[in-house]
T-cell receptor, first 111, second 110 residues
Framework: DAGVIQSPRHEVTEMGQEVTLRCKPISGHDYLFWYRQTMMRGLELLIYFNNNVPIDDSGMPEDRFSAKMPNASFSTLKIQPSEPRDSAVYFC?????????FGPGTRLTVT | GIQVEQSPPDLILQEGANSTLRCNFSDSVNNLQWFHQNPWGQLINLFYIPSGTKQNGRLSATTVATERYSLLYISSSQTTDSGVYFCAVVLATGFQKLVFGTGTRLLVSP
């Protein structure tokens, strides 16, 4: 299996622009997670889906963030409008209910 | 919320040395994972170990769920072991939400 796939790997954008991060989970996994890693807050869960349905979005920082999972093999995390404090590494992970496997991450820089 | 504390925060070793990393958690958990974040930022699964002991090559881990701690042992360390080691837990009432510790930063010098 190719593992969890994320794109892009790096994204540099200007404040106010829309940013879309993409994730393809491991085939057969029915849980998908979005995490964010920063120096100040470490690794924190933003939102997770089960069978394409959002279960817990309590970690989403504010309304500028939204996530969708239109089918079992694709999810997006969108930030609109982006701000410099959104700069971080965003990880997607998937699981078949127990062990979670992480993608390589997207390093986002907002200038 | 649950507290996940890791110690030591930083560790410097000579190649070939052994080490023990500790993870303490403040509540009952259903799931515990150890990860290695390499210098390129990738999170690599080491162990899924909600209880008991597992070994994989030079690494082994033990979780004592009733006493709320887990240990990661690294033997005969190599420079490629450098990076940050994270413990992450799922609360017994926390569905699938992984809560990460603050990590142990390991540097293995040749």
């Amino acid at each position: 299996d190719a593992g969890v796939i994320q794109s892009p790997r790096h994204e540099v954008t200007e404040m106010g622009q829309e940013v879309t991060l993409r994730c393809k989970p491991i085939s057969g996994h029915d849980y998908l997670f979005w995490y964010r890693q920063t120096m100040m807050r470490g690794l924190e869960l933003l939102i997770y889906f089960n069978n394409n349905v959002p279960i817990d979005d309590s970690g989403m920082p504010e309304d500028r963030f939204s996530a969708k999972m239109p089918n079992a093999s694709f999810s997006t995390l969108k930030i609109q409008p982006s701000e410099p404090r959104d700069s971080a590494v965003y990880f997607c992970a998937s699981s078949a209910s127990t062990e979670q496997y992480f993608g390589p991450g997207t390093r986002l820089t907002v200038t | 919320g649950i507290q996940v504390e890791q110690s030591p925060p930083d560790l410097i070793l000579q190649e070939g040395a052994n080490s023990t990393l500790r993870c303490n958690f403040s509540d009952s958990v259903n799931n515990l994972q150890w990860f290695h974040q390499n210098p390129w930022g990738q999170l690599i699964n080491l162990f899924y170990i909600p209880s008991g002991t597992k070994q994989n090559g030079r690494l082994s881990a033990t979780t004592v769920a009733t006493e709320r701690y887990s240990l990661l042992y690294i033997s005969s360390s190599q420079t490629t072991d450098s990076g940050v080691y994270f413990c992450a837990v799922v609360l017994a009432t926390g569905f699938q939400k992984l809560v990460f510790g603050t990590g142990t930063r390991l540097l293995v010098s040749p």
